[in-house]
């Protein structure tokens, strides 16, 4: 894994937490103009993520090829027990601390659906989203794991184009049925990653540096342009995305240093899954205990702890959770699985 990457990822994930503590801590109304940026940080984080998978999930390709159902396997171990933890967490804090704000509600098929990452309208009247509203975006990951696994299946010399072409062709053809619940042009961001992959694979000799030049001056000129011309809509944060990954690929010499900076960068990749997941049930939790404070330091102290409370969380889950015991064994009984 580039660690370049995996401080991106971890940096993304804190833009989507900081959006949701003004949604869900400070109810929309930040008390200072800075809090102003985080809904736009939020929104980027999740195109970040998508690019940053299509990227990953091409690295890895090679060593899944004809052998889709383990790689199968794996993303489900990977991603759905953190999952179902998490989606537990915040039903039995909802019971115990209502007075959160969790900005959820389920019942019982809702519920289910959601465990099951089925796109479900959240009882809340906000649209599409599961219980743990935040994985809405683990359909998408899962929807992406599972046309991968399939062309991996079969063997194919090239997994990486024909999966690229089945998403692209699926994206553009339900670009107006929304099935997996949100925007299906989302689709196309894991493509990118996989194209940004192929970019980096491919041998341009000496010309690399000056390509590499061209492509980010590119992305850039189009990021402005679209982004002034129509603001923050798929396409511009699509763009954006792929100029941050594009850029922090390039950038993986200065990552691969060792100093506390770019370790703590890569702690907080590492770490990212389990913050995106637990950030909005520990916001909650804060809210029902203590609540929000006219008193600017206070508010400050608070908006801390839940910061701190967020990250030492995370690390706990990571531990034992993502990396303990349960999720090794998991991973050691894949590999008895048919080799196909």
Not at 25 to 48: F, Q
Not at 52 to 62: C, N, P
Not at 65 to 78: D, E, H
Request: charged letters at 10%.
């Amino acid at each position: 894994m580039y660690r370049s990457l995996q401080a991106l990822r971890g940096i993304a994930a804190w833009g989507v937490v900081s959006t949701h503590i003004v949604q869900s801590y400070y109810m929309s109304r930040p008390p200072h103009a800075v809090w102003n940026l985080a809904p736009k940080l939020g929104l980027l984080g999740i195109d970040v993520f998508f690019v940053i998978s299509g990227f990953v999930m091409a690295l890895t390709s090679e060593r899944y090829n004809r052998k889709g159902l383990l790689f199968g396997a794996n993303r489900i171990i990977r991603i759905v027990p953190v999952y179902w933890f998490y989606t537990g967490l915040l039903v039995v804090s909802i019971l115990v601390l209502p007075r959160g704000t969790y900005l959820t509600s389920w019942e019982t098929q809702t519920l289910v659906e959601s465990l099951l990452l089925i796109p479900n309208l959240n009882p809340n009247g906000y649209g599409f989203y599961p219980t743990l509203y935040v994985a809405w975006t683990l359909t998408f990951e899962m929807f992406f794991y599972l046309i991968f696994a399939v062309v991996l299946l079969f063997g194919t010399r090239r997994p990486i184009q024909w999966c690229a072409v089945a998403l692209t062709v699926i994206a553009i053809a339900f670009r107006s049925r929304p099935f997996l619940g949100n925007a299906t042009l989302l689709l196309l961001e894991f493509v990118v990653g996989m194209g940004i992959y192929g970019y980096f694979k491919a041998s341009f000799g000496e010309r690399k540096t000056i390509l590499n030049t061209m492509v980010v001056l590119i992305l850039s000129i189009a990021t402005t342009w679209s982004s002034m011309r129509y603001g923050l809509n798929l396409l511009s944060r699509s763009l954006i995305g792929t100029t941050a990954v594009f850029t922090f690929v390039l950038a993986e010499p200065i990552f691969e240093r060792v100093g506390y900076f770019n370790a703590f960068l890569a702690k907080l990749g590492d770490v990212s899954y389990s913050t995106y997941l637990c950030h909005v049930i520990v916001i909650g939790w804060f809210y029902a205990i203590v609540g929000t404070s006219e008193n600017v330091f206070v508010d400050k102290v608070f908006a801390l702890g839940i910061v701190l409370s967020i990250f030492a969380v995370s690390w706990l889950s990571y531990r034992f959770i993502e990396d303990g015991a349960l999720s090794r064994s998991l991973k050691r009984a894949a590999r008895f699985l048919p080799p196909f």
